[in-house]
Nanobody, 123 residues
Framework: QVQVAESGGGLVQAVDSLRLSCTAS????????MAWFRQAPGNEREFLAA????????HYSDAVKGRFTISRDSNRNTVYLQMNSLKPEDTATYLC????????????????WGQGTQVTVSP
């Protein structure tokens, strides 16, 4: 009984910034890692960033390290992805996920997924 929902996508130009939000709800979700993935048409789902329940540990893919920042609200139920210096190759559907107890980049370890929010970056 867990629902995950993300928002904040849009159409921007290269070098602009966006902030995505993700809220996870459900009483069966206990201290889960939460993460952001993205998927472009014709490509497989790609790991971007993950954060522990406490917010004390994070991990980023090489593709976004130094540009994107994942964080948690103090209530632990909402996570954010601050995306700076956006590039056209960042264009994709961005998905929020939750479920594992430890940090992992493996998508199959995440049980709960949002529907995705579209990010389009024009040159």
């Amino acid at each position: 009984q867990v629902q995950v929902a993300e928002s904040g996508g849009g159409l921007v130009q290269a070098v602009d910034s966006l902030r995505l939000s993700c809220t996870a709800s459900g009483r069966t979700m206990t201290r889960p890692v939460m993460a952001w993935f993205r998927q472009a048409p014709g490509n497989e789902r790609e790991f971007l960033a993950a954060i522990t329940w406490s917010g004390g540990d994070t991990h980023y893919s090489d593709a976004v390290k130094g540009r994107f920042t994942i964080s948690r609200d103090s209530n632990r139920n909402t996570v954010y992805l601050q995306m700076n210096s956006l590039k056209p190759e960042d264009t994709a559907t961005y998905l929020c996920a939750a479920g594992p107890l430890i940090l992992t980049t493996i998508k199959d370890r995440y049980r709960y997924w949002g529907q995705g929010t579209q990010v389009t970056v024009s040159p």
